[in-house]
């Protein structure tokens, strides 16, 4: 293990986890945010849905393991929303079910120590015909809706209220866009910089709002090494140096 020991915030779900560093991504926003600050781990799996991620929750996440998380973020509702193939093929999960897988996540997450917290992703909307234009190719016709996106996120949520988790409404949160449908998603799906950019806000938002003891915000977390040295950057005086452990080198992101 690397050290310092750092806390650790894991990324969880599908491909909007595994993409998240792609395209100016959500999970690379967090990563430069908390940098210095905590270890943002990815455990991303293009095309899984919760009954593949309930297969191998324990392996991800031992409860024997010597560090649990401080933070894990979990992303699972997309692909089970996807409508059934004739065939029994493919990622559709019947919405009861999905409903149990993800309160079998969340039980087991809680109970890996008392300091790890856990916050769930809705499904986030489509963009149908952006998906037809982009993907068709690939994988063919894509049952895939957003009013079934709104069922699996509508279903998420209250599992959320029901056992106390934080939950972030992401089908409603990217539709406060009047443009959300133009510059939200890379190919109707998939979350292009804009769309990430409103994940950042809204995770940061719960962070900054929640009575967790310690906070898990990246301005309330310490920075490490983060004393003054005479090997800082010369400040403009020529006299005195500049203390750049705190930059966060976002550019035009604005974290609140």
């Given amino acids: 293990m690397v050290g310092p020991v750092r806390p650790q915030i894991v990324l969880f779900g599908s491909s909007i ?7 100016e991504g959500w999970g690379a926003i967090l990563a430069n945010l908390y940098a210095r600050k905590a270890d943002i781990i990815m455990r991303g799996y293009s095309g899984w849905n919760s009954r593949r991620a309930l297969q191998v929750l324990d392996k991800i996440f031992p409860k024997d393991a010597v560090v649990q998380p401080s ?19 493919g990622p559709h999960v019947p919405l009861e079910e999905y409903t149990e897988n993800m309160r079998k996540i969340a039980t087991h997450l809680k109970s890996l120590s008392k300091k790890t917290r856990v916050i769930f992703l809705t499904s986030p909307p489509i963009n149908e015909a952006q998906i037809s234009e982009t993907l068709s190719n690939v994988l063919g016709k894509i049952r895939r809706t957003n009013e079934s996106c709104r069922i699996y996120s509508e279903a998420c949520l209250e599992l959320c209220r029901e056992m106390n988790v934080k939950a972030i409404d992401l089908w409603s949160a990217l539709q406060q866009r009047d443009d959300w449908l133009d510059v939200c998603f890379t190919d109707g799906i998939h979350l292009s910089s804009e769309g990430s950019k409103i994940v950042v806000k809204e995770i ?3 962070l900054k709002e929640a009575d ?3 906070s898990l915000h990246w301005k309330s977390m310490p920075t490490e090494f983060e004393e003054d040295s005479p090997y800082d950057p010369i400040a403009v005086d020529g006299k005195t140096t500049v203390n750049v452990s705190n930059w966060s080198f976002q550019g035009n992101f604005q974290t609140d």
């Fill in 204 to 206: 940061l938002k719960v």
């Fill in 212 to 214: 967790w003891e310690p």
């Fill in 17 to 23: 986890v595994q993409l998240s560093y792609n395209n």
């Fill in 71 to 89: 933070l894990v973020i979990v992303y699972f509702g997309g692909n089970d929303s996807i409508h059934p193939h004739p065939s029994g093929l």
